[in-house]
């Protein structure tokens, strides 16, 4: 068992794509190409966010008085931060450029929406899905660091200060059970708006990349910073029924996998 880094990291929550399988009455949404095929949780973490925060502050300033890209509408936008779905092309490439070369690792958890599996898990509840995610993500990275900040994207009723702690708890319990050892590193937890936080919207971009390799078969964006990637989570893969399939730099995502 590694002993903490006496160091501040820093980590940065937010999600890609819905946790609804279910509309009005019923209907299946997944079953009629309603909603997303996966719902994912990711943050990226740094001990250094200052620099990132400056740079892309500065990213945005240049972006809003560039002659050639100022009449865009969705430049406008840019006030709120950076939103990878919403970016117009010119944007996108200029924050995955800032990106590549960056200092910070991402770790994501994709959960493909499985009705049954949802039920029978989670009970369609969404808070509930979030919080295992979250759990399932920390619950080998919690004890690295004596002093860790965690923001999280916030999102409605589902993520809350309590169901968030509540998260780390059960994270932090796991770790306990599997090593036999506490952890007593001091964690803190906070919710913000993307908009008020850009390293929020660097794990947005990042979850962004996620997103299109699973819902529509586009590697570009991954390939481009798949360096970043320390841990993509697959934790339904029906290849492995109990743990799900983990993409790491040794074993990396690809579309043969």
């Known amino acids: 068992m590694q002993e903490p880094l006496d160091i501040k990291m820093f980590f940065y ?97 994709v959960a493909r929406k499985i009705e049954a599996v949802f039920r029978k898990k989670f009970n369609m509840s969404d808070k509930k899905l979030y919080k295992f995610l979250v759990t399932e993500l920390l619950k080998n990275r919690v004890h690295l660091y004596k002093n860790i900040d965690i923001y999280f994207s916030e999102m409605g009723n589902t993520v809350s200060i309590q169901n968030m702690t509540e998260a780390i708890k059960d994270a932090t319990e796991k770790f306990q059970y599997k090593w036999g050892a506490e952890n007593k590193n001091n964690i803190r937890v906070f919710l913000q708006q993307p908009s008020q936080h850009p390293l929020l919207q660097v794990a947005d971009y990042i979850l962004w990349a996620v997103f299109q390799v699973y819902e529509h078969d586009v590697f570009r964006y991954f390939d481009f910073i798949k360096e970043k990637f320390k841990l993509v989570h697959d934790v339904f893969d029906p290849s492995n029924q109990f743990y799900g399939a983990f993409y790491t730099e040794k074993n990396p995502l690809q579309r043969k996998k």
């Open 13 to 109: 929550f937010d999600e890609s794509g819905s946790p609804a399988i279910l509309g009005h009455h019923g209907k299946n949404l997944l079953e009629k190409g309603l909603t997303s095929k996966t719902f994912s949780v990711g943050y990226v973490q740094t001990a250094n966010p200052r620099e990132l925060f400056e740079n892309l502050n500065k990213l945005k300033q240049e972006i809003q008085e560039d002659e050639y890209l100022r009449d865009i509408p969705s430049i406008k936008n840019l006030k709120n931060g950076f939103h990878a779905n919403k970016d117009c092309h010119e944007v996108r490439e200029r924050v995955f450029k800032l990106l590549k070369k960056s200092d910070f690792e991402a770790y994501i958890i």
